[in-house]
């Protein structure tokens, strides 16, 4: 993937579903790949499995560390729903990376008519059922956004190498869930 002037991730999920660590690798990574970074957290009632966003934004020079509303390269969303949610992001470039786990709301639409709204986008998009195979084949559900970030990183949705990533993984995950996260990244290779 040639980078243009910069690249703009907007990361949406539900608290507890490892956003902030996604951020804290890209961004690592970015920065092992000599890129200038910034990032913004957008905490919802991320304690109570509310929505929550990041912003990552890196390439030569980056001046805000928000996304502007219709300059969003990817949206990696955690859950189907949260992809909608940020959809004032995107343009009708940006490429969507969703996962399909669905979790139900008070209030909110339900699944087949989420489905329904996501298959209307235009845009370029990968539904992938990370949370299941990752509970199938790793049993740990808990690893599915880094599963997705290697389903981006090895399509070329991300324009950051492979061993960036696994290297900015020992930074910043702990010891002990290292491995595991680093097979969730790596079942994407195949």
């Known amino acids: ?32 790949e000599n890129f200038e970074v910034k990032t913004s957290e957008l905490h919802g009632l991320s ?10 934004r890196f390439g030569k020079k980056i001046y805000s560390p928000l996304v502007m509303l219709g300059r969003a390269d990817l949206i990696l ?15 009708n470039e940006t490429v969507f990376l969703i996962n399909e786990n669905f979790i139900s709301f008070y209030g909110s639409l339900n699944e087949k008519e989420i489905k329904e709204k ?20 790793l049993d740990a559900e808990v690893v599915s956004g880094v599963y997705l970030l290697g389903y981006a990183v090895y399509k070329k949705l991300i324009p950051l190498k492979p061993n960036s990533i696994l290297n900015a993984m020992v930074k910043v995950i702990p010891q002990k ?6 097979k969730a990244f790596e079942l994407t290779k195949k």
């Open 1 to 32: 993937m040639v980078m243009k002037k910069d690249f703009n991730i907007i990361i949406s999920g539900i608290g507890g579903q490892g956003l902030i660590t996604l951020l804290q690798i890209i961004s690592e990574a970015a920065l092992m």
């Open 47 to 56: 304690q109570r499995a509310g929505s929550v966003e990041v912003h990552i």
């Open 77 to 91: 969303a955690l859950e189907i729903s949260e992809a909608l949610k940020v959809f004032p992001y995107s343009n």
């Open 118 to 137: 996501i298959k209307s986008i235009k845009n370029p998009k990968y539904l992938v059922s990370a949370s299941k195979i990752c509970a199938d084949k």
């Open 177 to 182: 869930y290292l491995e595991l996260n680093q």
